[in-house]
């Protein structure tokens, strides 16, 4: 069993940065968080100090609504388009690759390019507002990106636009390998296509609801670089998520505990999605 | 006959008489899609135009007069902090970044696929069920020790200090990709081979590797995507002389002072676009391929 040996040395580095580079550090990081740590790590345990210091902080407040907007809007609005999309393609159109190219490739730019172009596209002196009026329409207001109320939606337009292709792939995969038995005898009864895609083909779906959920759910409290490229954060903090709070404390403002603390709960948060997830993916592929 | 059955339908079939409904779907398709290219269609537009035709005109006009100036700029002449540089020593930054990064990721999980689905050993499902959670964990709970360990090691401000963390977050898709692909190869020619003598290595190198070049296109496809576009750690981990190309365009743009030069950029952001754009239009069908495999599938 000298191959057995060599398969176990040679998969322990692998092993060894997993274990080190993001279990440890997240045992690090949760230390930290009950430290009073600030510029720089500091070693004694100070209970929940920062836990209460953060949930007491305003911006932290801010941060965890627009979290809720956002990503409430961006995964709703994302399934919903990406459903819509497959769909429409479904129906056995012509140049059926092109349009899936087309909705597809946002998701080949980063995220910062994205935030880049609908930074100066929802701009009002510059971008659409402006063009619509040169199109004639001079009471046509968009302004959004401006207003500390409404930003947050312009976030979640951008990063709709650069996901729902993604969804839509997803879905197309799940379409394809509908049962077409079922499908076949609803036809034969005359049923009609938005009937059968009801009644039939969308339960079928459960899924890969579940899938692009949880990716949605992980890629929002993720959500950095879009926030960053296309507002900053702002106006003023308008635009924070926990990812910019996390930054901002651990980075900027030397309160490392804090920003840890709140690194933690987004770690909670995706975990309470993701876990359950990929227990049952686990189960699923063990057991054929 | 036929009947116009759902196979059909899934398969291409006979092409649907073109009616009013037919007619509103491919109005349906061609609104979307002229709604999905916009954002790039207005970088690429307003890159060739004059600063004053973006001021005083339409941002979806075409130019009147053509200028590649901005793209000029945008490459070696843009302010990015404190040095004229453009954006090109950042180009270059990201491809040194990306292609150790790629290859070292790639062959670490396509040898710990072929491990993880060949040996068994104990603890094994663990060790892959935590590299799989390693996937989705949020980067910021991480940033604090990667940054003192940086440090440690001296590498902090680096390119290489960038290309071991993109490696070292990089493993849990890696394998994850490799396993799966490896879980579903015939077992009969790995057990053959086996019987006629071959090791560890000889399995790998004659039996896995040559019947992997799929899984070693979406994997390097979807590693170059995912690292070129990277920001968090970029910004997290590297300074003037190590940024990448994310984090010198978002520096680009957000601090520029003075001026707002739009046309510089737009030409940035699709310099910064143009090669996970060509790699896209490139192998679209293994993209696609690869972003299923990398969230679908456990």
């Known amino acids: ?288 | 006959m036929a009947s116009p059955n759902a196979a059909a339908r899934r398969a291409g079939g006979p092409p649907v008489p073109f009616g009013v409904a037919r007619l509103a779907l491919y109005a349906a398709l061609l609104v979307l899609a002229l709604t999905f290219l916009m954002p790039v269609y207005v970088m690429v537009v307003n890159s060739l135009k004059p600063l004053d035709e973006i001021r005083s005109g339409n941002l979806l006009a075409l130019p009147i007069s053509w200028t590649i100036d901005p793209w000029l700029m945008a490459w070696s002449t843009a302010q990015i902090g404190v040095q004229p540089t453009g954006l090109k020593p950042y180009f270059i930054n990201s491809f040194l970044l990306v292609i150790p990064s790629v290859v070292l990721s790639t062959l670490i999980g396509a040898l710990n696929g072929y491990i993880l689905t060949q040996y068994r050993f104990r603890g094994d499902h663990l060790l892959f069920a935590a590299m799989l959670f390693s996937v989705f964990i949020p980067y910021q709970i991480v940033l604090i020790p990667m940054a003192k360990t940086l440090g440690l090691l001296g590498l902090a401000g680096t390119v290489k200090g960038l290309v071991f963390v993109n490696v070292v977050y990089g493993i849990g898709f890696t394998t994850l990709f490799f396993r799966n692909y490896y879980a579903a190869f015939p077992g009969e020619l790995v057990r053959s081979a086996r019987m006629d003598g071959a090791g560890f290595f000889g399995i790998l190198w004659r039996i896995l590797l040559p019947n992997s070049s799929p899984i070693i296109v979406v994997t390097v496809i979807w590693q170059f995507t995912n690292i070129w576009n990277e920001f968090l750690f970029g910004a997290s981990f590297s300074d003037y002389s190590s940024y990448p190309l994310t984090v010198a365009l978002n520096n680009l743009v957000n601090s520029s002072t003075g001026v707002k030069e739009y046309n510089v950029h737009f030409a940035g952001a699709f310099i910064a676009a143009l090669p996970t754009l060509i790699v896209y239009l490139l192998s679209g069908k293994y993209f696609v391929r690869g972003l299923m495999a990398g969230s679908v599938k456990g």
Not at chain 1, 194 to 213: D, E, K, M, T
Request: hydrophobic fraction near 55%.
């Open chain 1, 1 to 288: 069993m000298r191959a057995h040996l060599l398969a176990r040395l040679l998969i322990s580095p692998s092993a060894l940065l997993i274990l080190v580079c993001v279990y440890g550090y997240i045992a690090f990081t949760f230390y930290l968080s009950f430290t009073p740590s600030t510029l720089l790590p500091q070693y004694e345990l100070t209970g929940g100090a920062s836990y209460k210091r953060l949930v007491g902080l305003e911006n932290w407040s801010v941060a965890l609504s627009n979290l809720w907007v956002f990503a409430s809007l961006y995964i709703g609005f994302a399934l919903v388009l990406g459903l819509g999309l497959a769909i429409l393609i479904d129906q056995k159109i012509r140049a059926e690759s092109a349009f899936r190219s087309i909705f597809l490739y946002p998701m080949a730019l980063s995220f910062i390019v994205t935030g880049t172009a609908w930074k100066w596209l929802l701009d009002p002196g510059v971008g659409l507002e402006r063009s619509v009026h040169m199109f004639g329409w001079t009471s046509f207001s968009f302004s959004w990106i401006k207003d500390s109320e409404l930003a947050i939606y312009c976030v979640v337009i951008a990063a709709v636009w650069q996901t729902s292709g993604f969804v839509m792939a997803m879905f197309l995969a799940g379409l394809r390998g509908v049962d077409s038995e079922q499908v076949n005898a609803a036809r034969v009864d005359g049923a009609k296509t938005w009937q059968i895609y009801l009644r039939i083909i969308i339960p079928q779906l459960g899924p890969v609801f579940v899938s692009a959920f949880v990716i949605l759910c992980h890629m929002a409290v993720k959500s950095y670089d879009l926030v960053i490229a296309l507002t900053n954060g702002g106006p003023g903090r308008s635009t924070w998520l926990p990812s910019v709070f996390m930054y901002q404390y651990t980075f900027t403002r030397n309160e490392m505990a804090v920003g840890a603390a709140s690194a933690v709960l987004m770690l909670i948060a995706i975990g309470v999605v993701v876990l359950p997830y990929l227990y049952n993916e686990m189960n699923k592929a063990k057991h054929g």
